[in-house]
């Protein structure tokens, strides 16, 4: 049986964290292509 982390989760589009400040930092990371890119598939 699992115990509740009794912590702030945060979500917004794909993001899930800890704070509302950490969602805006990944959506500014994402936005500047730091979590890398997927090839296009032909």
Do not use: T
């Amino acid at each position: 049986m699992s115990v509740p982390i009794k912590e702030e989760i945060v979500a917004y589009g794909p993001f899930v964290m800890s704070s509302m400040a950490e969602i805006l930092q990944a959506c500014r990371d994402d936005q500047e292509g730091k979590f890398g890119s997927l090839d296009k598939i032909s």
